[in-house]
Antibody, heavy 118, light 111 residues
Framework: EVQLVESGGGLVQPGGSRRLSCAASGFPFSPYWMIWVRQAPGKGLEWVAN????????WYLDSVEGRFTISRDNAKNSLFLQMSSLRAEDTAMYYC???????????WGQGTLVTVSS | QSALTQPASVSGSPGQSITISCTGT?????????VSWYQQHPGKAPKLILY???NRPSGVSDRFSGSKSGNTASLTISGLQAEDESDYYCRSHTSSSTPYVFGTGTKVTVL
């Protein structure tokens, strides 16, 4: 069974940093693009970043470029999102997902909530 | 990259069919067949229900179908059921600086 489990969320002060993790199981992790998507409270889904299976390609939402870094450890079946210079507008539930079919994310984690507030 | 445009809400009675539109541009929906749709119940993670415009993942009801014309994609739910009451989001690949863009989301209400 494919499982994605996020962790690392919590309360962070503006300007602070946080590292999110996503533990993958039930499938061969390394071949798949992986993605982070966020959802601010009461708002819609927003793609944040994605990374190729071997880590050689990374893409970012314009508003997080330079502040967020997506990475992965294929030996540990894990995906990460290092977030720095956090702003109030980064407050959201952060989901990791697998891009397992062409142009779409077929499995999602349950999400981890990041709250940026003083 | 602006979000794709969806109606804020759509409603229908049990058994009816409803259609949700998702309007983009010639740089996203109009350029690629990588349009996907997600269902999200309150407090839950999104669930993929359609990909590549018309394809259903295994286990997804055939009451869900998709189409695309020009810069607009559509999701049709036929034989509406109470369990279909949810939020729905489209997503498309884009040729802009970011590879993906989501729609604004549509709340479906079953009357």
């Amino acid at each position: 069974e494919v499982q994605l489990v996020e962790s690392g969320g919590g309360l962070v002060q503006p300007g602070g940093s946080r590292r999110l993790s996503c533990a993958a199981s039930g499938f061969p992790f390394s071949p798949y693009w992986m993605i982070w998507v966020r959802q601010a409270p009461g708002k819609g889904l927003e793609w944040v970043a994605n990374i190729k299976g071997d880590g050689s390609e990374k893409w970012y939402l314009d508003s997080v470029e330079g502040r967020f870094t997506i990475s992965r450890d294929n030996a540990k079946n894990s995906l990460f999102l290092q977030m720095s210079s956090l702003r109030a507008e980064d407050t959201a539930m952060y989901y990791c997902a697998r891009d397992g079919v062409p142009g779409a994310s077929d499995y999602w984690g349950q999400g981890t909530l990041v709250t940026v507030s003083s | 990259q602006s979000a794709l445009t969806q109606p804020a809400s759509v409603s229908g009675s049990p058994g009816q069919s409803i259609t949700i539109s998702c309007t983009g541009t010639s740089s996203d929906i109009g350029a690629y067949n990588y349009v996907s749709w997600y269902q999200q119940h309150p407090g839950k993670a999104p669930k993929l229900i359609l990909y590549e415009v018309t394809n259903r993942p295994s286990g997804v009801s055939d009451r869900f179908s998709g189409s695309k014309s020009g810069n607009t994609a559509s999701l049709t739910i036929s034989g509406l059921q109470a369990e279909d009451e949810s939020d729905y989001y489209c997503r498309s690949h884009t040729s802009s600086s970011t590879p993906y863009v989501f729609g604004t989301g549509t709340k479906v209400t079953v009357l």
